[in-house]
T-cell receptor, first 112, second 114 residues
Framework: TAGITQAPTSQILAAGRSMTLRCTQD?????MYWYRQDLGLGLRLIHY???????GKGEVPDGYSVSRANTDDFPLTLASAVPSQTSVYFC???????????FGQGTRLTVV | RKEVEQDPGPFNVPEGATVAFNCTYS??????FFWYRQDCRKEPKLLMS???SGNEDGRFTAQLNRASQYISLLIRDSKLSDSATYLC???????????????FGQGTILTVHP
């Protein structure tokens, strides 16, 4: 079914390595988001994009970068992974501010 | 102070019970409000939007109090399948300049037991 897809589902990454988490949606939503979810801290916004070609920083952007070259794709890159980036990462999209956000199934990342 | 705060619980209730969750938000300019549900190791999914006049969807009732800056979720006649984490979500939408900032509370864990 249509929706939002993340890849990979899970990954173990050595500290210091780089990695890109992929996110693709086929709903033509303008807004896309990256969150990380950690026990006791809930979902925290890393970066967001209101429309293709624009991005913005969320609550916890350090160590992460994003790009929005087109409407469908919103990859998240860790340039040099650290153990504190071990988390579950969710990508989401929405048509607008007052509408439902749809989430991908998440990527479980472990940095060792 | 966090932008969105919830009582993390956990709430343990028997089937058939009524349970209520509250959530407070700090930004008075916030425009959109939602309750999401998240099952264990799954992605969050929209439960219901919250409107100024309050709204109901079956056993679920959501209310918004702008003056006190809180929203609530009431679940009546709890079912075993209601066991999940309930996430309060607030979106600031000031003329579209920051509509990308869906902000989540840390979630309230609900367990419904037989």
């Amino acid at each position: 079914t249509a929706g939002i897809t993340q890849a990979p589902t899970s990954q173990i990454l050595a500290a210091g390595r780089s990695m890109t988490l992929r996110c693709t949606q086929d709903m033509r939503h303008n807004a896309m988001y990256w969150y990380r979810q950690d026990l006791g801290l809930g979902l925290r916004l890393i970066h967001y994009s209101n429309t293709a070609g624009t991005t913005g920083k969320g609550e916890v952007p350090d160590g992460y970068s994003v790009s929005r070259a087109n409407t469908d794709d919103f990859p998240l890159t860790l340039a040099s992974a650290v153990p504190s980036q071990t988390s579950v990462y969710f990508c989401a999209s929405s048509a607008g501010a007052s509408t439902e956000a749809f989430f991908g199934q998440g990527t479980r990342l472990t940095v060792v | 102070r966090k932008e969105v705060e919830q009582d993390p619980g956990p709430f343990n209730v028997p089937e058939g019970a009524t349970v209520a969750f509250n959530c407070t938000y700090s930004n008075s300019a916030s425009q959109s409000f939602f309750w999401y549900r998240q099952d264990c190791r799954k992605e969050p999914k929209l439960l219901m939007s919250v409107y100024s006049s309050g709204n109901e969807d079956g056993r679920f009732t959501a209310q918004l109090n702008r003056a006190s800056q809180y929203i609530s979720l009431l679940i009546r006649d709890s079912k075993l399948s209601d066991s999940a984490t309930y996430l309060c979500v607030v979106n600031l939408d000031a003329g579209g300049t920051s509509y990308g900032k869906l902000t989540f509370g840390q979630g309230t864990i609900l367990t419904v037991h037989p």
